[in-house]
């Protein structure tokens, strides 16, 4: 099967981590770079704290990028050349898998025999080279799928472009060669089963987490203040990419429609858009604010580059709410962060989203993406200071079930149940 010698899975050492087609160290916001990027950082920072390295893969975009990077103690990011540095997309990546796959077993080659004792792949490009490498390597491989081909076309946002049939083909191959298939969600481990045909018993759910010590409460004068913002103002935020996946265009709407119903709100309300465009997005950037300008939302919309996390907590703090109108998302990070800051969540009842947000407690779930049903929801939040700080409260206590810490732990019995598993084939 391979040319390696088990190693004894009784003490975790090492884990190779591959993520392909975007790397943890980009900033999230920005083309491809999302919650995909926090969750293998943080989830690293974590495992790397409880003694076990990572490595990590990620697909060279510069020629000024350094082979490696030691992104934290125990975390080191391997810069992998694999076609051209710039002017690739996501969907040309599967020309360069040969590629990538071949320079991340000549990176272990040089390494003492058993050097990693499991590959952890995030999203299906990277699954497919976690398949060879475990064959290669003789160790386990665990997948997260992160978004699916198949449930994003069966909910599919106006003007955005369906996945192709080679990534359901891809996706369907990884998840039958993959040990453990690590599932966001009850609901992702569902479909999972139901639509990609995965064995039960080879699905565990592991909620990714918040990173509690930077998502926290404060002050939302204050807040407001630092940004720039009038501190007595109402502030309606979307945070995160500019993709018809992610939806902000239903809150434009649906801010438009409550600026009719009642127009005396608008001398308070912000609409601040943190982010930049993404996927299908790139091909219209300007289309959201071109859509602001024709809803008659160009005073009050604000439109704000990606930021680091620790002004991102700000722009929480300072919001009255936060929307997350996405047609679909696999977890939410976007909305748990939000929580974790005080911040209510408006989200849509779709995937990941109906776990992270409990509705009425929390936030508020929102079925469909109807402008009308969009605005009543703003306007009850607004027009209610008793409910939107009862959310307030509920959003941090909310959180605090979701931290990073917590995720590591779990993740940790994963893969220790996956190395006995792994073993007890081969010896078996």
Not at 310 to 332: H, I, K, M, Q
Request: glycine letters at 8%.
């Amino acid at each position: 099967m391979n040319h390696r010698t088990w190693q004894s899975p009784s003490a975790l050492r090492r884990v190779a981590m591959i993520s392909l087609h975007t790397s943890p160290l980009d900033q999230p916001g920005i083309g491809d770079a999302g919650g995909m990027n926090v969750y293998v950082l943080e989830l690293s920072r974590r495992l790397a704290r409880r003694g076990v390295s990572v490595d990590v893969f990620t697909r060279a975009t510069s020629s000024a990028l350094p082979p490696v990077v030691e992104a934290a103690d125990g975390i080191r990011v391997h810069h992998v050349p694999a076609g051209p540095f710039e002017g690739l997309g996501k969907e040309d990546l599967p020309s360069q898998l040969c590629t990538f796959a071949r320079e991340v077993l000549r990176s272990e080659a040089i390494k003492p025999v058993g050097y990693y004792d499991l590959v952890h792949s995030h999203y299906w490009l990277s699954g497919q080279v976690g398949a060879l490498a475990r064959d290669r390597w003789g160790v386990p491989l665990v997948h997260s799928m992160h978004t699916m081909a198949k449930v994003k076309n069966a909910a599919l946002a106006d003007g955005d472009t369906p996945e192709p049939p080679a990534r359901v083909l891809g996706e369907e191959q990884v998840v039958r060669a993959a040990d453990v298939l690590v599932a966001n969600t009850d609901l992702e481990a569902r479909q999972l089963q139901t639509m990609y045909d995965a064995d039960p018993g080879c699905v565990d759910v592991v909620h990714p987490g918040v990173d509690l010590s930077v998502f926290s409460p404060g002050h939302p004068a204050a807040a407001r203040s630092r940004l720039g913002l009038p501190v007595d103002s109402d502030v309606l935020l979307f945070a995160g990419r500019i993709q018809p996946l992610k939806a902000p265009d239903v809150l434009l709407r649906a801010v438009a429609v409550l600026l009719r119903q009642h127009p005396q709100l608008r001398s308070r309300l912000v609409v601040p858009v943190v982010g930049g465009p993404s996927g299908s997005g790139l091909e219209h950037p300007e289309s959201l604010a071109k859509l602001a300008g024709e809803l008659g939302l160009a005073d009050i919309v604000r439109f704000v580059p990606p930021v680091r996390q620790e002004e991102l907590v700000d722009w929480f703090r300072a919001a009255t709410l936060v929307a997350v109108p996405s047609y679909n998302e696999s977890f939410g990070l976007v909305a748990i962060e939000a929580q974790a800051a005080g911040a209510p969540v408006l989200a849509a009842a779709v995937g990941g989203l109906t776990t992270v947000v409990a509705d009425g407690v929390s936030g508020l779930l929102i079925e469909g993406h109807e402008p009308d049903d969009w605005a009543a929801a703003l306007g009850r939040v607004l027009h209610d200071p008793t409910l939107r700080s009862r959310l307030s409260v509920g959003a941090v206590a909310r959180a605090q079930l979701f931290g990073w810490d917590r995720a590591a732990e779990e993740m940790l019995g994963v893969y220790r149940r996956a190395t006995r598993a792994h073993r007890a084939e081969l010896v078996g």
